[in-house]
């Protein structure tokens, strides 16, 4: 089934085609996109239960970009009729027009030039198997109801077994003097979160889902509801990590998570225009063992941050960033492309109509070797199965590495020992951690359950992932 | 729209409710170097709705609450229709009963700031200016910033009378200061004020250029070891939040923290200083329209108040008090000159400063320490430290001298002994 568009986006086009048009009579290059978003969240645990919509994920509403020649400007606003509409002109003529009146001495503005468009006329939707909204909230629920059951179920020491999900239904419609372009989209997550107490600490397992669809997703979370339980109570045995540098197995969620953070973000070019990314300098360079090729790209995949464009107008892509090793090219919003002088990416997203777009990933991943698990833990004399990602923070200046990992499981002599430490972080430098990587399985997975900001804000949905990899990495 | 909402929930019989309105107006200002990329304006109004349904379920009352995003401009029948779907939504969440909280109708908090009585453009120039005043030199500069004035109208109304208003100003933002040698490095920092603090933020980007130049010197990670690490600023804060997270209502009630009033959380072997902390209300009234005021949190390291919203409150029998995001803590017992004393490792810049409020960790990557060996002080750079606040509580020492920040006032400084730090090896 495909996803359906936006009745209020359908109702609202003729009078954004007229806004369109208003402005472009004084502008020389006009864009509007128009939002319609509607998330909602479900969770239940032992003592809470919580249905309704995202804040942050549910809105709708319009921003205007205008360039007047040289620079740009942007209007972001929620109210539009044919009353308003010059109201929304002049609001937008005072701003470009006020530009300078922001500025203390000694600062200029920047030049742009602006930017030359093909003509496009898109329209697209994906497809879903079960649509949540036709399940039910009453039928989401009890699904999710009967899962904290099973998992309350495995033991007395479990503390605590959240089940939630949710899912993001949207239809975005962009508009440019020569583009007409519509899509919507539906992805949906979950999460099996489970925790334990060792005294005060209060240890925790969480297991991510995610899907480019609809309440599909839901029947794969009660598969792992035992596992998830199961490792949590193994936590509670767990202790501090020796710090050291060790050969080290990664799951695909830590491997996803070194992709995006380690050297994603790195790659993202308006940070190429700030001259604050190292990854700049190395373009046809080794920066990863020969076992590496990365993607990022809407069309990369089918997962959460698939689109069929970006918030720019640019069709989706599927940017090969490293191939073989070799460092081939970042990724990129329009703005930026202009300023670089190479073509943009589809990599333009906005966190909504009310924020700014920036260079941001999407499904960003690396592509599978012809390794098995059970080989590359055999391979290691002494060192860690490192599982469950927690979080990460991009340095595209220096090529540092900060990432959290919850779980190392010791590997001694070639076999798993059952010892586990726990809380591990993952430092180093990218290079020296993706030219140490040494074996790749075959299989690749890719997860979008969470969210990735840009420093500690913009938050867009994106899914990371990859085989399981074999690196040395120094862990604390 | 408010009316309209009322009208709508009315006519649904849909008679607890709670709606916020916000309505804001904001410049956005986004910089490489000295010059000005892109500038953005925003008008926007929200309705935040919860819809709540009493029911009983086996023999016990109820209350399950629903809460949605209404849009202006919204007809009636659209409204209808989100506002019965989120009721029959609200019908269906099993949450144990709780009273709405009970209020009049209150004048409007007009904002005392000295950003009010100025246009957004004016607030935002005051501090474009006061932030790259101090970018004066050729090889340490702001490489790009972020800024953001917002004036912002907040309207909350209930079903049992509570109807209060209040406006609030605030600049906020992010830099990056990069340094281009002996090596070419750069570090993050955000800033948000309530006010024009013209010369804090002036301060605040002499030092970020001063701690740039540093780590730009800093060439290796430490060694490998166990060592005593001293923390300042906003790191206290991401440390201390742990104890404000442990303390809300809901985490008490879902049992992932056992806080009680009057326990000593600081735990019993308090051996260096005991933590006095207050939460700090920075705008009148929560988001279910709770007048807010400053509160007594941690007395010598006891727990004095159980902090959050209604319905956690009410399950356990305690005060609602709204939501916290600011705190004050007392000066601690040394001078930074005397915590500096004996050999440390000073972490001026983390990459991500993080606390786990489930089980107390605490760790972050190394962007610029300070290494003191008793003999000389040198910049490292690189590794990681990974520590409990457990264990770490029993002997922290907390400066005399002060910080402070929109989130945080407090001890500029603590010293904690015995920190795992992850480096090179022997």
Request: charged content about 25%.
């Amino acid at each position: 089934m495909k996803v359906q568009e936006s009745v209020f986006i359908q109702k609202k086009k003729p009078l954004l085609v007229k806004l369109l048009d208003r402005l472009l009579e004084c502008y020389p290059y006009v864009s509007i996109l128009a939002m319609d978003s509607k998330t909602r969240d479900f969770m239940v645990s032992k003592r809470n239960m919580r249905v309704g919509e995202n804040v942050r994920g549910t809105s709708r509403g319009f921003v205007a970009r205008v360039s007047d020649g040289k620079y740009y400007t942007e209007y972001s606003f929620n109210q539009v009729s044919e009353e308003i509409l010059d109201k929304i002109c002049n609001r937008i003529k005072e701003l470009v027009e006020s530009s300078n009146c922001v500025l203390p001495e000694g600062l200029k503005q920047q030049e742009y030039q602006v930017p030359l468009e093909e003509t496009m006329t898109f329209t697209g939707s994906t497809e879903y198997e079960l649509d949540p909204e036709e399940m039910g909230d009453d039928a989401i629920l009890a699904h999710l109801n009967n899962i904290k059951e099973k998992g309350l179920a495995v033991s007395d020491q479990i503390l605590d077994c959240q089940v939630a999900c949710s899912y993001q239904k949207y239809t975005k419609l962009f508009l440019s003097k020569e583009k007409t372009m519509e899509q919507s989209v539906m992805w949906m997550s979950g999460a099996l979160f489970f925790s334990a107490a060792r005294g005060e600490e209060i240890k925790d397992y969480y297991m991510p889902y995610s899907t480019l669809g609809g309440a599909e997703m839901l029947a794969k979370m009660e598969l792992d509801v035992r596992t998830c339980a199961e490792v949590t109570l193994e936590l509670l045995k767990s202790a501090p990590m020796i710090p050291g540098e060790y050969d080290c197995v990664c799951t695909p969620d830590v491997t996803g998570m070194i992709v995006h953070e380690a050297f994603g973000h790195g790659v993202e070019m308006d940070m190429f225009v700030k001259k604050r990314a190292l990854a700049e300098e190395y373009i046809g360079e080794y920066v990863a063992s020969k076992l590496v090729t990365m993607h990022d790209g809407a069309s990369a995949a089918s997962e959460v941050a698939t689109y069929f464009f970006d918030d720019e107008g640019t069709m989706a892509h599927d940017t090969i960033v490293i191939e073989e090793g070799i460092l081939k090219q970042g990724i990129s919003d329009l703005q930026s492309a202009l300023v670089l002088q190479t073509q943009p990416t589809g990599n333009g997203r906005r966190e909504s109509f009310r924020r700014k777009a920036y260079t941001r990933m999407t499904n960003t991943f690396f592509e599978g070797g012809s390794d098995t698990v059970e080989e590359m833990i055999a391979s290691i004399d002494y060192g860690f199965l490192l599982e469950n990602p927690r979080s990460g923070m991009e340095d595209p200046k220096n090529w540092g590495i900060q990432c959290m990992v919850n779980i190392a499981r010791e590997i001694r002599d070639g076999k798993l020992t059952g010892k586990v430490f726990s809380p591990i972080v993952l430092t180093g430098y990218v290079p020296d951690l993706l030219k140490s990587i040494s074996m790749m399985s075959k299989e690749v997975v890719l997860c979008g359950s969470g969210m990735c900001g840009k420093g500690y804000k913009e938050w867009v949905k994106v899914s990371d992932g990859g085989p399981y990899i074999k690196a040395k990495i120094r862990l604390g | 729209m408010i009316e309209q909402i009322k009208d709508v929930l009315g006519s649904l019989g849909i008679e607890l409710y709670c709606i916020v309105e916000s309505v804001q107006e904001s410049i956005e200002c986004f910089f490489i170097r000295k010059k000005l990329d892109l500038k953005r304006g925003t008008d926007l109004t929200d309705y935040s709705v919860t819809v709540f349904c009493p029911f009983e379920k086996d023999g016990q009352k109820m209350l399950g609450s629903s809460v949605l995003n209404l849009h202006p401009g919204m007809e009636v029948e659209e409204l209808k229709e989100v506002l019965q779907k989120a009721y029959e939504a609200a019908a269906l969440v099993c949450n144990p009963y709780y009273e709405l909280n009970k209020g009049t109708k209150e004048e409007a908090v007009l904002a005392d700031s000295t950003f009010a009585g100025k246009s957004l453009e004016e607030n935002t120039k005051q501090m474009v200016a006061a932030l790259y005043e101090a970018d004066v030199f050729e090889d340490t500069f702001i490489n790009s910033a972020e800024i953001f004035a917002t004036h912002t109208v907040r309207h909350i109304v209930n079903a049992c009378a509570v109807d209060v208003s209040y406006e609030t100003y605030q600049v906020s933002g992010e830099y990056v200061v990069q340094c281009t040698t002996p090596q070419d490095v750069e570090t993050y920092h955000t800033f948000s004020y309530r006010d024009a603090n013209v010369q804090t933020l002036r301060k605040e980007v002499e030092e970020a250029i001063t701690i740039t130049r540093e780590r730009a010197k800093a060439q290796n990670p430490p060694k490998a070891g166990d060592y005593t690490i001293l923390l300042s600023g906003k790191h206290i804060n991401t440390l201390l939040r742990y104890y404000v997270e442990r303390s809300k209502t809901g985490m008490v009630y879902q049992k992932f923290s056992n806080y009680e009033i009057d326990a000593l959380v600081q735990g019993q072997e308090i051996q260096k200083d005991a933590l006095t902390m207050y939460l700090k209300a920075k705008e009148p009234y929560s988001a279910e329209g709770i007048p807010m005021k400053d509160r007594l949190l941690l007395q010598d390291g006891t727990l004095k108040t159980l902090h959050g919203g209604i319905r956690f409150a009410s399950y356990l029998g305690v005060e609602p008090t709204g939501e916290y995001s600011s705190i004050e803590v007392m000066a601690g017992s040394q001078t930074v000159e005397e915590l500096k004393a004996s050999p440390y490792l000073y972490i001026a810049s983390f990459s991500d400063f993080q606390m786990d409020e489930f089980s107390g960790y605490f760790g972050g990557e190394i962007r610029l320490a300070f290494l003191y060996d008793g003999k000389s002080v040198t910049p490292v750079t690189g590794g990681s430290i990974n520590g409990s606040i457990l264990e770490a509580q029993k002997h922290m020492t907390f400066s005399k001298e002060l910080y402070c920040c929109e989130q945080y006032e407090g001890p500029y400084m603590v010293r904690i002994e015995n920190v795992a730090v992850a480096g090179l090896q022997e």
